[in-house]
């Protein structure tokens, strides 16, 4: 693990200036037509209202010395070397972001990864391969001239024990057979024989794997009997090493309205979870917890979208993330406490999954998706002790999920987010909850429409060197809150997101003073 005790303290207030499948049910439309009707994005800083709360902890504290938070990565990271992690690259993606693990290989290319030649090799097609497997083969061979590109694993576990990060290191289950997936267990212990952090295939539990596999129906029998056999292995040889099993997504509350398919996802998703709930030598269970906007390229009806209006479907968009950030970790510790009582929680994959991947900003205003990933991690924290793993998709330059800007590689919003999350938990010894009982109350929309969250979230943590520091997130698009309840002062530091930069500014005393977060912004400071 990496020590960064000495990092600053930040004031961080993000700059303003001022699912999946959409039912043609007109009632639908109309309902989200009248949740839309009060809202306009251009009155957000000319309407702000102003309210007293007061702050209040709850008492009891939760760890997260064990927390990792970290990367996926491509074995296209460097473009000089390809297949290569090279040590300056990995150095300044681990200062940059402050993380301590990296997953290998990052995302569904790791259940089509031969371990043999060390590749994404075109045999899996006939495996129905998705089409983002299709289309990144297609980019791998245009970016090397024609051959497959080796991943150079040594380049990797190097990086790893020289910036003391752990290693997620993800298996093959779905094309490649037993012997060979053992054999690459036992050749990468030679490599790195420190402790790795094994998962059994990548999102395996989801609806859309359950096709053929070398003649052979994939379900939740074979990928029980696979895991069985590995876990088995990794145990007797190597029994300082970790072994997490792939959960099923869930369905239902990632859905805007019901759809004719739901019933099935929810049943595969339930009989998967009991079975694989089964499987001995396991020490964690795997989620992706992705949320996800309502994408125009994604919509049955795309005339709906159209009809909403652009600025119906931003503030929708706003409204759905929020109430999912609240609601997904309650969803997921459910299954945790039905299924997987005791074990760890890796969430090795997540992000937000929004139109063409476009990790530019939601409402038309900058920093708000930033905004929207600190709430989310922090209601993860919040809400699950058991939270070993926090692994954002994807490291590298691109558009989308990646936490880089494709031309020049400097952070994006994406990256923003995890930054300021890393500075503020790298300092944490213990965390207490936050909660402002006198906040406002607000609701989702479409099927979360009756689920409702607070305005104010936060949390405090007490420091290694005993200082107390808070993270307070306003999620009010209208509402300015006046905070009492917390002594403390401002820090020397603002970020500003347009710039990528953080600014000196003035310290300003705020001992037994009122402390004032406006609307869609983010304190941080000592208290």
Same mark, same amino acid.
């Given at each position: 693990?990496?020590?960064?005790?000495?990092?600053?303290?930040?004031?961080?207030?993000?700059?303003?200036?001022?699912?999946?499948?959409?039912?043609?049910?007109?009632?639908?439309?109309?309902?989200?037509?009248?949740?839309?009707?009060?809202?306009?994005?251009?009155?957000?800083?000319?309407?702000?209202?102003?309210?007293?709360?007061?702050?209040?902890?709850?008492?009891?504290?939760?760890?997260?010395?064990?927390?990792?938070?970290?990367?996926?990565?491509?074995?296209?990271?460097? $473009?000089?070397?390809?297949?290569?992690?090279?040590?300056?690259?990995?150095?300044?993606?681990?200062?940059?972001?402050?993380?301590?693990?990296? @997953?290998? =290989?990052?995302?569904?290319?790791?259940?089509?990864?031969?371990?043999?030649?060390?590749?994404?090799?075109?045999?899996?097609?006939?495996? $129905?391969?998705?089409?983002?497997?299709? $289309?990144?083969? $297609?980019?791998?061979?245009?970016?090397?001239?024609? %051959?497959?590109?080796?991943?150079?694993?040594?380049?990797?576990?190097?990086? *790893?024990?020289?910036?003391?990060? @752990?290693?997620?290191?993800?298996?093959?289950?779905?094309?490649?057979?037993?012997?060979?997936?053992?054999?690459?267990?036992?050749?990468?212990?030679?490599?790195?024989?420190?402790? *790795?952090?094994?998962?059994?295939?990548?999102?395996?539990?989801?609806?859309?794997?359950?096709?053929?596999?070398?003649?052979?129906?994939?379900?939740?029998?074979?990928?029980?009997?696979?895991?069985?056999?590995?876990?088995?292995?990794?145990?007797?040889?190597?029994?300082?090493?970790?072994?997490?099993?792939?959960?099923?997504?869930?369905?239902?509350?990632?859905?805007?309205?019901?759809?004719?398919?739901? %019933?099935?996802?929810?049943?595969?998703?339930?009989?998967?979870?009991?079975?694989?709930?089964?499987?001995?030598?396991?020490?964690?269970?795997?989620?992706?917890?992705?949320?996800?906007?309502?994408?125009?390229?994604?919509?049955?009806?795309?005339?709906?979208?159209?009809?909403?209006?652009?600025?119906? /479907?931003?503030?929708?968009?706003?409204?759905?993330?929020?109430?999912?950030?609240?609601?997904?970790?309650?969803?997921?510790?459910?299954?945790?406490?039905?299924?997987?009582?005791?074990?760890?929680?890796?969430?090795?994959?997540?992000?937000?999954?929004?139109?063409?991947?476009?990790?530019?900003?939601?409402?038309?205003? =900058?920093? *708000?998706?930033?905004?929207?990933? *600190?709430?989310?991690?922090?209601?993860?924290?919040?809400?699950?002790?058991?939270?070993?793993?926090?692994?954002?998709?994807?490291?590298?330059?691109?558009?989308?999920?990646?936490?880089?800007?494709?031309?020049?590689?400097?952070?994006?919003?994406?990256?923003?987010?995890?930054?300021?999350?890393?500075?503020?938990?790298?300092?944490?010894?213990?965390?207490?909850?936050?909660?402002?009982?006198?906040?406002?109350?607000?609701?989702?929309?479409?099927?979360?429409?009756?689920?409702?969250?607070?305005?104010?979230?936060?949390?405090?943590?007490?420091?290694?060197?005993?200082?107390?520091?808070?993270?307070?997130?306003?999620?009010?698009?209208?509402?300015?809150?006046?905070?009492?309840?917390?002594?403390?002062?401002?820090?020397?530091?603002?970020?500003?997101?347009?710039?990528?930069?953080?600014?000196?500014?003035?310290?300003?005393?705020?001992?037994?003073?009122?402390?004032? /977060? =406006? =609307?869609?912004?983010?304190?941080?400071?000592?208290?």
């Amino acid at each position: 693990m990496i020590d960064r005790t000495g990092c600053l303290i930040c004031l961080v207030i993000l700059a303003t200036n001022s699912s999946d499948i959409f039912s043609a049910d007109h009632t639908n439309e109309e309902s989200l037509q009248q949740e839309c009707a009060a809202f306009n994005a251009r009155d957000l800083y000319t309407k702000i209202i102003n309210k007293t709360v007061s702050a209040k902890l709850v008492t009891n504290d939760f760890s997260i010395k064990n927390v990792s938070f970290g990367f996926n990565t491509s074995y296209t990271i460097s $473009k000089k070397k390809l297949g290569y992690y090279p040590l300056v690259d990995i150095k300044k993606y681990s200062e940059q972001f402050n993380i301590d693990a990296l @997953r290998f =290989p990052g995302g569904t290319v790791a259940n089509y990864f031969d371990w043999n030649s060390m590749s994404l090799e075109y045999e899996w097609n006939a495996f $129905k391969p998705k089409n983002s497997v299709k $289309k990144l083969y $297609k980019k791998h061979i245009a970016l090397s001239k024609g %051959k497959e590109i080796q991943a150079n694993i040594t380049s990797f576990f190097s990086a *790893i024990n020289e910036f003391s990060l @752990r290693p997620f290191i993800v298996l093959n289950l779905y094309t490649q057979n037993l012997n060979d997936t053992i054999s690459a267990i036992d050749k990468i212990k030679v490599i790195y024989n420190k402790k *790795i952090y094994w998962e059994l295939g990548n999102e395996l539990g989801y609806y859309d794997y359950s096709f053929n596999l070398n003649g052979k129906h994939w379900d939740v029998e074979l990928y029980a009997h696979y895991s069985t056999v590995i876990a088995k292995h990794i145990k007797d040889n190597y029994p300082e090493d970790e072994v997490g099993i792939v959960a099923g997504d869930i369905i239902l509350e990632k859905s805007l309205f019901d759809f004719q398919e739901i %019933k099935s996802h929810i049943s595969h998703k339930e009989h998967w979870n009991k079975r694989v709930s089964e499987v001995k030598n396991v020490d964690a269970v795997i989620y992706h917890p992705y949320l996800r906007t309502f994408n125009k390229d994604k919509w049955r009806y795309t005339d709906i979208y159209n009809r909403l209006g652009e600025n119906c /479907v931003d503030f929708l968009n706003y409204m759905w993330l929020l109430a999912a950030s609240d609601l997904y970790p309650k969803i997921y510790k459910n299954i945790s406490e039905s299924h997987f009582s005791g074990k760890k929680e890796w969430l090795t994959e997540l992000g937000i999954i929004s139109h063409n991947n476009n990790s530019q900003s939601l409402l038309g205003l =900058p920093g *708000i998706r930033t905004l929207l990933l *600190i709430n989310y991690y922090i209601s993860w924290l919040k809400t699950s002790d058991n939270v070993e793993a926090i692994l954002y998709h994807i490291l590298g330059k691109g558009k989308g999920q990646s936490v880089t800007n494709k031309l020049n590689g400097a952070m994006n919003e994406n990256g923003a987010a995890l930054s300021i999350v890393n500075d503020f938990l790298v300092q944490a010894d213990s965390v207490k909850k936050l909660i402002f009982e006198d906040s406002d109350i607000l609701n989702g929309v479409a099927r979360l429409k009756n689920h409702s969250f607070k305005s104010l979230n936060g949390i405090m943590i007490r420091s290694k060197n005993d200082k107390s520091i808070i993270l307070v997130i306003n999620l009010s698009t209208t509402t300015e809150y006046s905070i009492s309840g917390l002594k403390g002062m401002y820090s020397k530091k603002l970020y500003q997101l347009q710039t990528k930069t953080f600014k000196e500014v003035n310290e300003e005393d705020k001992s037994n003073k009122i402390i004032v /977060v =406006p =609307p869609m912004s983010i304190f941080y400071a000592q208290v």
